[in-house]
């Protein structure tokens, strides 16, 4: 995020005019929140919507942050949207605080070298609606639209888009920072455009011998997936062998459905992934519903964290 972006999201927290929206379905977009602060009453009154969009998954948080152009329009909204269903389920609104002196040297200490590989975060009005889709963007031109535009990008190619890779024979990450760095270490010298969420295996199947955790990335062409594919699968990995192989991917109005077509060459723990993959975001998305809820003040004080 630009200096510019920092200082007006400042303004909106020490002025009281952002609030935190959650309660989401992983699958809500953009524009849906939008819908539903216009049928709300808030479509002149909101300036912006600062939301994260996966664009390997197509999935936001479970929360965003709305920015309003006047204090009193962000109280009525605390008060009204409190009401407010979004596809049959109650969206959950609270102030949004600067973050304490603590706070911000915690994000300080960050790796102060890391790039995430896409940046998701950003303002859904903002950003040039006309761009060609089919291009690749620069990482400070990224963020929700971006994702929705490569999205999209990969709906229309259907059958045809042979540019995802499944990434097999991960062990447990530690924080998606840790897992997009070591997943930018073990990519280098691919073009890649986007890594997606590293993905937990069922319980049995993590406890058998090996590493089970995978992800799925976005290559930037069929020529650079089919390298990926060829250089990494069976490579060593942390006492393990990667399973690399590429996707049958389904758009459906929920997102992307995918099954894994596995290696080249067979293997029960690369077939087996498949069911596996499903159960874990099953039971994964189950969790995350849940702590979404016990940590909604958490993310409330974070708000200006992109």
Known sequence: MDVRSETQQGDALSEGRRIYVGNLLYTVKPNDVEDMLRQSGFGES?????ISVDP???????????????REEADR??????NTHLFNRPVKVGPCHPKTPAQSRWRGSRGAEYKPTFQRWGDWKGGDENANPDSQPRAEEQGPRVAMQHLDMRKR???RDKTQLFIGGLDMMINQEHHDTEMQ?????FEYVAIGKRITPRAETRAMPGNHHYCFVDFSSVEEAERAAKALHGAPFKGD?????FTRSKWTDQ?????TDGPRESSPSATGGQQAGQDGRDRRERSEKQRAIMTANSWRSGASAN
């Open 46 to 50: 909101f300036e912006k919507l600062h």
């Open 241 to 245: 062998k990667l399973r690399v192989g």
């Open 255 to 259: 997102g992307w459905k995918r099954a």
């Open 185 to 189: 270490k073990l990519l280098e010298g």
């Open 56 to 70: 390997v998954s197509g999935r936001n948080p479970g929360y965003c942050f709305v920015e309003f152009t006047t």
């Open 77 to 82: 909204a605390l008060k009204s949207l409190p």
């Open 157 to 159: 190619r259907g059958s």
